[in-house]
């Protein structure tokens, strides 16, 4: 007999997911409603949450300032850039790890998670020596190189587990078919692996878009994208929340919109191999 | 032309030996049937001679052609798989059509051979689906639709019919066999059912342990087994084995009859009458408490009825009686 779920039942676990989202959403909103605040009203106390009156002034502020467009541009270069280069590097790798394991596999794949548990503060002095020595700092090339060397593993992990998930079987279909390698990877693999990729492609566009530590450490104006832009209202300025909220949405904005509308490929390609 | 040598091909995965080294030919136009229990190593085997596994040792010739170093792809041999291995993503039109696509062939000669073969298997209604769409038996029939348009060289099929269901089974193995009947072209064929060995074979290899214990006709293997493996592992159901006293009457370690070979009526063996199967055109009966063996089966033509704890008396054709010396191989 299956399960039987309750109205009751399906009642407080709606209520839950509610509360929970809301949690979670909830500093997102407060942020978008303080930037249509006056500095005043944002620092109101008690605060306030709807009924104030609704201003445009920060964000007009924020465009004389500086320059948005500047900021955006440099986040789309790296974050796509360092996502396809990334792709790029991490098909084949999890193609030979996937299909043609060796010995020291297991073992390879462990080490590149590990370097996801250093602290990349630990790193910083001498990568920021080497990209003086080199002339990379403040350049989107270094940030777009750092960024890919950081989100590798990720991307290597993602695809090698949706790759184990195709059967060898068809792999090997193809080989008897006549296929190279090369035609075995284009026509067969990738197309199979298309939901995986593209969740992927998608979650390290958003790793790489809100990366903050790297992107304030090694840039200075030229290449500084959006996490600079917001960082540049909170220190120098005092506190001034209205501001920096409505720098932080405008910041935000493009990849809550991306995220929105390819939420159903992201939840397919995380969930990806959970249930067969 | 699909003329297959091995000579001296083995096989192991790092120190286990799966393959020792064995020599068989296969001549063009052959049905071959590699037929053994479960890891006996014939699905190995297959595979080596595709070109999927590297072989560990000794050398492989198609044609006269040295191939042991070739990969699958420069083979020319067609693979079937025992999970069909289709591409989901493509219509049945274009699985077909990618061996073709692969050999750099022209859009109007694909066009026509992936119709052609198509005719053949009965797929032209189903040629825009995609596999997901299809039912076991049409996706078996476009796993072979892929290997024959290629006209290779030889046909490998790995354990085809063991996805499907058994009425299923019965009719595909009989595509397959006409299909042999019409190309003449060489198939090797794996399977661990010695009933599709004993339908479809000309000449069937017995593999144990990656040993070839036997390789001859059907009839020859049924009639003549080189060994205790080979005469219990061929026939169905199996066949009777007698060890001591009964054996030594006949001057060896232990004497094989099969259960067509016995007689129910007079005779010398007599035992009581324990499970029936009735099949119609024949019943087995298990015979326990013969002195002979813990339970002899007994296949009578036609409807024959006898009771659970009835005494039956038993007479095997001496004729047909197999004797075997102590190391399990068969005297002649």
Redesign the interface.
Known sequence: MARAVTNKTKAINTAIAWTVGILIFFPILWTILTSFKSEATAIADPPVFLFFDWTLDNYTTVQERSNYFRHFMNSVVISIGSTVIGLAIAIPAAWAMAFVPGKQTKNVLMWMLSTKMLPPVGVLVPLYLLFRDWGLLDTRIGLVIVLTLINLPIIIWMLYTYFREI?N??L?????????LR?EVI??LL??A?PGIASTLLLNIILAWNEAFWTLNLTAANSAPLTAFIASYSSPEGLFYAKLSAASTMAIAPILIMGWFSQKQLVRGLTFGAVK | MGRITLEKVRKSFGETQVIPPLDLTIEDGEFVVFVGPSGCGKSTLLRLI???EDVSGGEIRIDGRPATDL???KRG???V???Y?????MTVRKNIA??L???GMSEDEKKSRVERAADVLNLTDFLDRRPGQLSGGQRQRVAIG?AIV?EPAAFLFDEPLSNLDAALRVGMRLEISELHERLKTTMIYVTHDQVEAMTMADKIVVLRKGNIEQVGSPLDLYRNPRNRFVAEFIGSPKMNIVEGAEAGRHDAHAIGIRPEHIDVGEGPWEGKVGVSEHLGSDTFFHVHETGLADVLTVRAPGEVNHRAGDKIRLSPQLDKLHRFDRDGLRIT
């Open positions: 059967p079987d068809i090997e279909a193809a080989r008897m078919d006549g296929a190279t035609s026509y067969v197309p199979m298309v | 595709a070109g999927l990969p699958p792809a041999l067609a693979m798989f025992q999970s291995a289709l591409y989901p993503h990618f061996p696509k692969m050999a892929r290629r």
